[in-house]
């Protein structure tokens, strides 16, 4: 089949979906806001925009979707007809595809149907109540994906949750559908990384990992670090590695000069023995992946939003990992059986769960390699790639 693949930051979500579907035969053309390897863009600039507008990125999105419906029509206008679009709603890009190739199969990807819960009000202790006006913003946040399932022959979602955010009457619309990840190589030999300016670290050290797109409240930074104190207080040996940018995230940035990360560490940093806590920036792929392989524990905690690639390739890696116990990730992770549970905001629960894990390592092995097995078989990419090939085959049969 000839396949679109439309994302923002393309190939965003799709990484490994697009080449395990080519693997399957499928001719799959990319395209995203900017040129990135062998795909197609739609040479995207944000707009200068009056002043005085009700919503700047509302407005923004509205440029995005006209942009996508400019170079879209130049494709056609080429030839090109995708028998299947998949595109990510959320930025505006699904908008005019349905006039644009009104025979293909059209599955939008909306993601999340924004609400106060994703962004932690009413779930992180430390939130208060949103405003008026950022409620407001939130449902105008929600058009493009409204408008893209009224004209999408299906939607799909990675989690239930993600599904259920959305109001019920549009439920049906919906598949839930992890879009995949490539399974990491199962560790042989001895594992080791070495952090540059520290030591070197191998399999069997004890060592607590932690790793985010930002070091941000969203996905639990600030839970994490309250927990630290302790753990490393009760294990002189043991040494903490955090990987994450400094930037805003997906919540309200820090008045921080260095954002959240250094918020917190003007709070916490006294009870801290920084020379046993490594904050790095992110790292590519391939060291973030022997990082998780060489991890005794690693900690996953986040608000009920996106599930994260990271939890899933972590477990992947053979890493034991100590989530929140809040959907998506109570979806991943079955308490005691592939991974352990602990209450987002009980940091001196999430400090006794880690020590107990390091104190008798060889205990929870059985539970990371269940860790594994499971991401196997619900997330693998080829299997992703085939049930995706079924939807758009069975799509197409409605027609």
């Known amino acids: 089949m000839e396949l679109l693949l439309i994302h923002q930051n393309h190939p965003g979500q799709f990484r490994d979906l697009t080449p395990a579907l080519e693997r399957r035969g499928h001719r799959v053309l990319g395209l995203g806001a900017t040129p990135r390897g062998q795909r ?48 990510h709603s959320g930025w505006g890009e699904c908008l005019y595809l349905r006039d644009i190739w009104p025979e293909a199969v059209l599955i939008a990807y909306p993601e999340l149907y924004a609400a106060p819960l994703l962004l932690g009000y009413g779930f992180d202790a430390d939130l208060g109540e949103p405003s008026p006006a950022l409620r407001a913003q939130w449902r105008r946040g929600n058009l493009m994906g409204l408008a893209a399932i009224a004209d999408a022959d299906a939607c799909v979602v990675p989690t239930r949750f993600a599904r259920d955010t959305f109001p019920p009457h549009l439920r049906s619309r919906f598949h839930v559908l992890h879009e995949g990840i490539a399974l990491p190589p199962a560790a042989t030999g001895s594992t080791s990384l070495r952090l540059e300016g520290g030591p070197t670290l191998v399999k069997g050290d004890p060592v607590i ?45 820090s008045s921080h000069p260095e954002g959240h990360k250094g918020e917190l560490l003007a709070l916490l940093g006294h009870r801290l023995p920084l020379e046993r806590v490594h904050i790095l920036p992110p790292l590519g792929h391939r060291e973030l992946l022997a990082l998780f392989r060489l991890s005794a524990v690693h900690v996953h905690l986040s608000y009920p939003y996106a599930l994260s690639w990271s939890l899933l390739e972590a477990m992947a890696s053979g890493a034991l990992v100590v989530g929140s116990d809040n959907p998506p990730l109570n979806e991943v992770i079955q308490n005691g059986h592939n991974g352990l549970l602990v209450p987002f905001n009980d940091s001196e629960r999430l400090a006794e769960t880690l020590l107990a894990v390091l104190a008798d390592p060889p205990a929870f092995a059985a539970m990371a390699d269940a860790g594994r097995a499971s991401v196997a078989a619900r997330y693998e990419v080829n299997r992703a790639a085939e049930a995706f090939e079924a939807l758009i085959c069975s799509l197409r049969l409605l027609r």
């Open 209 to 253: 990992t932690f790793a985010s797109r930002n070091l941000e409240p969203l996905r639990g930074f600030r839970s994490f670090l309250r927990a630290l104190p302790a753990v490393l207080a009760a294990r002189p040996d043991a040494r903490a590695v955090i990987v994450g940018g400094t930037g805003s995230g997906y919540g309200a940035p």
């Open 40 to 87: 197609l863009d739609y040479a995207w600039q944000a707009p200068a925009l009056p002043a005085g507008l009700v919503d700047p990125l509302l407005e923004t999105n509205l440029h995005r979707a006209g942009r996508v419906q400019e170079r879209c029509l130049e494709l056609r206008g080429q030839g090109y007809r995708p028998e299947a679009v998949l595109a």
